[in-house]
C-alpha cells in the first residue's frame, strides 16, 4: 500500500511478500535524524523497520503531515514482519484520516497517446470528486468528460487505486481515487475546463509524456510507471 503526501511518497509492506528483495532497515528514530538534517535522498527510497503501536501509528501520521517533508521528492517503505501486521497498522493509520472518494482516467486515442490536462502548473490526469451515492464509473467518466471537453470516451477495464492526503479546514483527508483506462478519439475538440483552473489539454506520446513528467506530481509518474511496466509484461 502506498500513499502520496504532496510530494512525499509513503509505502506499506511486509516482509513476507518481499522475501526476493534485500534491503538495509533503518530505525524510525534513524528516520527521524535523516528527514530533520534535510538530507536530499530524492534518488533513493529508505526502509524503515515497521511496528505495531499506537505510538508507531502516530509518528508515521505526524511524519506525513510536516509541510518540510511533504515537498520532498523522498520515498520512505514501512516493513512490517507479517501481512497481518500491515493490515492492522493501515486501518489503525487511515482511522486518523477523513476519507473521501475521487475517479479519474487514464485515457488513450487510436495513436496510443494520453490525454494529460495542465492544472497548477503541473501535468497531471483528469479526475475529480464522487458524488453523494454516484457510481464510481460514472463519476470517472463524467470528470473526464468535464475537465477535457470530449464528447464521447469509452470505458474501459479499472486500474488500481491511488492515496494521497491533505488539509482542508483543519481537518486531515486521505483521498482514495479510483482510476479507469479510457479510450478516446483524437478527433474530438479539447476544451480545458478553467472554472476548476485547468490551463491546458493535450494529447501527449510516451516520449513527450516523459520530457515533462517532472512538471508532474509524483503519484502522477507513479500511475505511469504502473502503465508502461506492465505494457512490458
Known sequence: MKIFALNLSIEFLNQESQRNYNFELISLEDLMGILFKGTEFAN??????????PDFVQHVFEIQKNNVWRDMELSIAFVFRSKEQEERFWEEFRDLFKSVDAAGGLVQNERQEYLMIYNRKRWTLPKGHVEWQEPIEEA???????????????LREQMPETFHTFKKKKKWIMK???WYKMYASSEQELIPETAEDIEDVKWMSKEEWMNVAEDSYPLTRDLFVNEFTKSLI
Not at 44 to 53: C, I, M, P, T
Not at 140 to 154: D, S
Open 176 to 178: 482514495t481515487t479510483f
Open 140 to 154: 470517472a467518466l463524467r470528470e473526464v468528460l468535464e475537465e477535457t471537453g470530449l464528447k464521447e470516451v469509452e
Open 44 to 53: 533513493q527510497k529508505l526502509y524503515v523497520r515497521g511496528e505495531n503501536s
